[in-house]
């Protein structure tokens, strides 16, 4: 089975800047895509980023784009969010996510995703 755990998340002023890390294990982590979901209290759970099985292709939700970079380090089985120029409205608990199949270019629709983490808490301040 995939495990995921997250780490990484805290309390930030917002304009600040947080980096969340998701390790991977329990498979070969680096034929996967992986991706960020957030959900916020009270609201649905939703898309942030995503990259490719290589690296090599990103995607991000509007509300990050130019704010917000995932990357992997497959030698670690790892995958970052580094968060830059944080607002409020980005307050949630964020979500790891690893692919259903393998070399996928990664997804912003939660069902092309198999394993979640157990999630870690960012809360901005105004």
């Known amino acids: 089975q995939v495990q995921l755990v997250e780490s990484g998340g805290g309390l930030v002023q917002a304009g600040g800047s947080l980096r969340l890390s998701c390790a991977a294990s329990?498979?070969?982590?680096?034929?996967?895509?992986m991706g960020w979901f957030r959900q916020a209290p009270g609201k649905e759970r939703e898309f942030v980023a995503a990259i490719s099985w290589t690296g090599g292709n990103t995607k991000y939700a509007d509300s990050v784009k130019g704010r917000f970079t995932i990357s992997r380090d497959n030698a670690k089985n790892t995958v970052f969010l580094q968060m830059n120029s944080l607002k409020p409205e980005d307050t949630a608990v964020y979500y790891c996510?690893?692919?259903?199949?393998?070399?996928?270019?990664?997804?912003?629709?939660?069902?092309?995703?198999?394993?979640w983490g157990q999630g870690t808490q960012v809360t901005v301040s105004s």
């Open positions: 329990g498979r070969t982590f680096s034929t996967y895509a």
């Open positions: 996510a690893e692919g259903r199949a393998r070399y996928g270019l990664g997804s912003s629709h939660q069902y092309e995703y198999d394993y």
